[in-house]
């Protein structure tokens, strides 16, 4: 008894009860009761057994004021659905506990009275109502009995009443949502909203991201459903996010449903025009109206809508005047003819680069581009030649095939337009031709400048055009000489005569050389090469005069007589080249008599002797006579001019002879002495 609620006298051993007994905190106390005689150190023991009888002072007393209980809507009538548990500390009938239904409702349950276990009476399958609230009230068998207070102890079993997870989630929130691409990280973008008709569990709904959000923009709260970003957007990387969204009830099995959820992100006008080229390339022919289409430019910008709108110009630079630009569609045109001759490009880069802008409407917000164009040709220029006519020298000895020339046309035009062709149009007696490219004229045979000194001819430069004119240049070639001629007397054998006696100076006969060569190879000095050894003769050297330097004599007497009276002199023609050519001729000179000289007899006197008896008719004698002159001044006629009165001779002219003419007669004369003249 370690709470002291008995005691005992210790004399006579009568156990009191020192505080008041609870059968309910303990029905039997077992007292150990010892015994002692004296102060004896020998004790005895025993055990009393102390039962407390109960008394009915306890109510039943539910162990929880509520309760909560789900079933199924499908159970049938006779199920257990709640079993309800009261205690009672009395013990005996003062414990034991009968069960009631305290509360008002429809017939729909039952309750065993002796174990509190409450049953369906109907099944609630078509029931409105999903939930019921039964008071249980527990009641002892004491007496009198003691029951729990409706309000305050007894058991408020709330019956929920739950269909099977029959039902998926469906969405109610829109498919569709939109986002501005510059907010914030966290930004509130959608909430997404599944209802699911089930109860309890079966209707509790978490929301996932299937598919669509793999690079993790967004970030869904499971249980409410709310979507944020959970990074930047940006519309031009991505403009639309198509989220495969599943609501998932907490059934078991659990059921689902899915929803695209449509995230279109709206455009901030965050982004400036690109072009799709920072270079365009493009040509036109030269000489078109103005209006003529250039190229179509094209930028984007990655905005959308209004933002997106663009505006094109041409930036102020070289040449920039002669074009138009579209603001709205970005085509080029030129406003005026272009002369590629005058600017094939409108760089001085050699490129035509335009700068060109697009800007956003209403924004100064603009990149640029470069445009490089190039002027085609047109062939509307002909080749010029660089002078309308040439002259030029070339030696005549130049090789065959030696340049003499090389022509040069302009033509303005370009690539097969400006393409020059040479040709020759008159006729050069095939001394030359020229290279239908290059235009280098050539010598196609050896020159001769003594059969032709000079060549004019005409040279053209073409194009491929066939009605534009061509360009005519007058070529004059003059042969330049060289030495390569002799000079050429006009007859390899001269005969001349002069009188003799004539005074020194005398000119006896003017020769002619000619040379084909010009200048001073041309240029002829005459001299006397050989038979002027005695210098009889001298010669004017520049024009050929043939004189005599002494008085002759034709009657000059020498060994070789027969040639006295002729001079044969080698004349030799010179001219002055380097080196110098020559010829020579021959000059017979022929000193003529003069009758300077009377006959001589070659013997004064002539003694004869002939026989008185000779016949007429017989030759006497001759007699001879010589003249130094010549010709006819030479030619001697003899006559008798004395001595001959009767006749007896005859005296032969011509020839000198005496011949008998009579018969002699000693004795009429012995002697005659003829006297015989020549003349």
């Known amino acids: 008894d370690p709470q002291g609620r008995f005691s005992i006298d210790p004399q006579f051993g009568i156990i009191r009860s020192k505080k008041q007994l609870d059968h309910e905190t ?44 789900t079933i199924s809507h499908t159970q049938p009538p006779g199920t257990a659905v709640y079993i309800a548990h009261a205690e009672d500390k009395d013990s ?76 998926s989630p469906s969405f109610t929130s829109s498919p569709l949502s939109y986002v501005m691409e510059d907010v914030d990280v966290g930004f509130l973008v959608h909430r ?76 901030v006008n965050d982004e400036t025009p690109i072009f799709l080229k920072q270079l365009y390339e493009t040509a036109v022919h030269e000489n078109q109206d103005p209006g003529e289409f250039v190229i179509k430019v094209e930028a984007v910008d990655r905005d959308a809508g209004l933002n997106s709108l663009l505006r094109y110009e041409i930036l102020p630079g070289a040449g920039y005047e002669k074009f138009k630009m579209n603001s709205d569609s970005g085509e080029l045109v030129t406003t005026a003819s272009l002369d590629r ?35 085609l040709d047109e062939n509307d220029h002909n080749p010029l030649f660089a002078k309308t006519q040439y002259q030029i020298s070339v030696r005549e000895d130049l090789e065959e095939g030696s340049a003499i020339l090389d022509l040069f046309a302009s033509d303005k035009d370009d690539g097969l337009n400006g393409e020059v062709t040479y040709s020759l149009v008159d006729d050069t007696f095939g001394a030359f031709a020229v290279d239908s490219v290059t235009g280098s004229i050539v010598t196609t045979k050896a020159l001769d400048r003594e059969t032709k000194s000079q060549y004019t001819f005409r040279a053209v430069a073409s194009d491929c055009s066939t009605h534009l004119p061509r360009s005519t240049t007058v070529m004059t070639v003059l042969i330049q000489d060289v030495n390569d001629n002799v000079p050429k007397f006009q007859q ?60 002759l004599d034709h009657e000059n007497t020498s060994s070789y007589r027969e040639m006295a009276s002729s001079h ?3 004349l030799l023609a010179s001219d002055r080249g380097t080196p110098s050519l020559n010829s020579t001729a021959t000059v017979l000179i022929t000193v003529l008599d003069v009758n300077d000289n009377p006959p001589v007899f ?23 006579a010589n003249d130094c002159d010549a010709g006819t001044n030479a030619k001697i006629t003899y006559a008798m001019i004395s001595g001959n009165d009767r006749g007896h001779f005859r005296l032969d002219e011509k020839t000198g002879s005496v011949d008998l003419m009579k018969t002699l007669d000693y004795e009429d004369t012995m002697k005659f002495t003829l006297i015989v003249q020549a003349t």
């Open 26 to 69: 303990q029905s039997v106390v077992v007292l150990t009761v010892q015994s002692q005689l004296g102060n004896s150190p020998v004790y005895s023991s025993t055990q009393v057994n102390i039962s407390v009888i109960d008394i009915n002072d306890n109510p039943p007393v539910f162990l929880t004021k509520s309760d909560k209980v």
């Open 92 to 167: 005996g009938l003062n414990g034991a506990i009968k069960y009631s239904i305290a509360s008002k409702q429809p017939n729909t349950f039952s309750i065993d009275p002796s174990l509190g276990v409450v049953n369906l009476t109907r099944t609630v399958f078509a029931d409105k109502q999903q939930e019921y609230t039964l008071h249980i009230a527990a009641e002892d068998c004491g007496s009198p009995p003691l029951t729990s207070s409706l309000t305050l102890d007894s058991l408020a079993a709330k019956i929920v009443i739950l269909d099977i997870n029959d039902n």
């Open 192 to 267: 997404i909203i599944a209802k699911d008709p089930d109860e309890g569990r079966n209707g509790q709904v978490t929301y996932h991201i299937l598919s669509g959000n793999e690079n993790k923009a967004f970030v869904l709260d499971k249980i409410t459903g709310l979507l944020s970003t959970a990074r930047l957007l940006d519309r031009e990387i991505q403009e639309r996010y198509s989220l495969a969204v599943m609501a998932l009830d907490d059934g078991s099995p659990a059921l689902s449903a899915t929803q695209v959820l449509t995230v279109i992100v709206l455009d």
């Open 341 to 375: 001759e005058t600017q094939e490009v409108f760089s001085i880069k050699g490129n035509c680069e335009i700068s060109m802008s697009a800007c956003k409407m209403g924004s100064e917000d603009g990149s640029t581009a470069q445009l490089y164009l190039a002027v």
């Open 492 to 551: 390899s054998y001269y005969k001349a005569s002069v009188w003799e006696g004539q005074s020194p100076k005398t000119d006896v006969i003017q020769v002619f050389a000619t040379d084909l060569d010009s200048g001073l190879n041309g240029e002829t000095e005459y001299s006397i090469l050989s038979g002027n050894e005695d210098a009889r003769f001298l010669i004017d050297s520049a024009r050929g005069i043939l004189a005599t330097n002494t008085v």
């Open 568 to 570: 044969c002199l080698v």
């Open 602 to 624: 070659s013997s004064p006197e002539h003694h004869i002797h002939v026989k008185e008896s000779i016949p007429v008719g017989s030759h006497i004698t001759e007699v001879s």
